[in-house]
C-alpha cells in the first residue's frame, strides 16, 4: 500500500450504469486528484482538490462528477459513461510545499460496455 | 503549454546492462521533476523527486539527473535487473503552490523497458 488506497480495482459497467470510484488518503495531504491513463496517451489530469475545493476541472464531459467531503476522501461518480471512457483512473495526493511529489494509489481499471 | 517527451518509447537490454532514459521538457520553469515506475495495469510508484534547484537525486541503482535550463532530464540504472521491466513515467510541476492549476503534473508517454534474463 502507498498511502493511497482506490477501490475497487476493476470496474465493468454498462453504459446506463451509475458507479462511483473511491479513494481515500492516509497520509494527511491536503490536495487529490482524479487522473485518467488511456492506452497511448499521456496521464491526463481531471480534477484537482486542494483542502475540499474544486480548484481545476480540465474539460472533463459532466458524465464524470468529483466529489471530495473531506481531506482524506474523494470520489468519482460516473453516469451514462462510453466505451472510450474505458481507461485505467488514478487517483493522488500531495502536500502544498512539500518536497515529497505526488503519491498514487494503484488505479481502478474501468471498463465500459 | 507544457509538453514532455520521453525518449526511447521502448527500450529492450540484457541483464546486467546500464541504461539511460530520458526526459525533455518544453517550459523550463518547472517546480520539480519526478520520475515514476509503472507495473503493467498497476499505479505509479515514485521513484525519484528532483528539486528544480538540484541536480541530481539518486536511489540505490538509480540516478536522475535535471539540466533545468536545457529542459531535460535522465533516469540511469546501474546493472539493470528484470525486476526493473516497467514502464518509466517522467513528470513536471509548473511553479509553487499558487492557486489553480499549480499542482498539476504534466506527463511523458514512459519508456516501457524490458531487461532480459
Known amino acids: 500500500e502507498t498511502g493511497v488506497t482506490q477501490t475497487p480495482r476493476h470496474l465493468v459497467m454498462g453504459m446506463t450504469n451509475k458507479k462511483s470510484l473511491k479513494c481515500e488518503q492516509h497520509l494527511g495531504h491536503n490536495a487529490m486528484y482524479w487522473y485518467k491513463q488511456s492506452a497511448k496517451k499521456p496521464l491526463e489530469l481531471m480534477f484537482v482538490y486542494s483542502l475540499e475545493e474544486r480548484v481545476e476541472n480540465n474539460s472533463v464531459p459532466s458524465r464524470f462528477s468529483p466529489e471530495c467531503p473531506n481531506s482524506s476522501h474523494l470520489f468519482l461518480h460516473l453516469h451514462t459513461l462510453q466505451p472510450e471512457d474505458s481507461a485505467l483512473y488514478l487517483c493522488?495526493?500531495?502536500?502544498?510545499?512539500?518536497?515529497?511529489?505526488?503519491?498514487f494509489g494503484s488505479g481502478t481499471r474501468l471498463t465500459v460496455v | 503549454k507544457q509538453e514532455v517527451t520521453q525518449i526511447p518509447a521502448a527500450l529492450s537490454v540484457p541483464e546486467g546492462e546500464n541504461l539511460v532514459l530520458n526526459c525533455s521538457f518544453t517550459?523550463?520553469?518547472?517546480?520539480?521533476l519526478q520520475w515514476f515506475r509503472q507495473d503493467p495495469g498497476k499505479g505509479l510508484t515514485s521513484l525519484l523527486l528532483i528539486q528544480s534547484s538540484q541536480r541530481e537525486q539518486t536511489s540505490g541503482r538509480l540516478n536522475a539527473s535535471l539540466d533545468k535550463s536545457s529542459g531535460r532530464s535522465t533516469l540511469y540504472i546501474a546493472a539493470s535487473q528484470p525486476g526493473d521491466s516497467a514502464t518509466y513515467l517522467c513528470?513536471?510541476?509548473?511553479?509553487?503552490?499558487?492557486?489553480?492549476?499549480?499542482?498539476?503534473?504534466?506527463f511523458g508517454k514512459g519508456t516501457k523497458l524490458s531487461v532480459i534474463p
Open positions: 493522488a495526493s500531495s502536500q502544498e510545499a512539500s518536497p515529497r511529489g505526488y503519491t
Open positions: 517550459d523550463s520553469a518547472i517546480y520539480n
Open positions: 513528470a513536471v510541476s509548473l511553479g509553487a503552490y499558487s492557486g489553480a492549476g499549480s499542482y498539476q503534473l504534466t
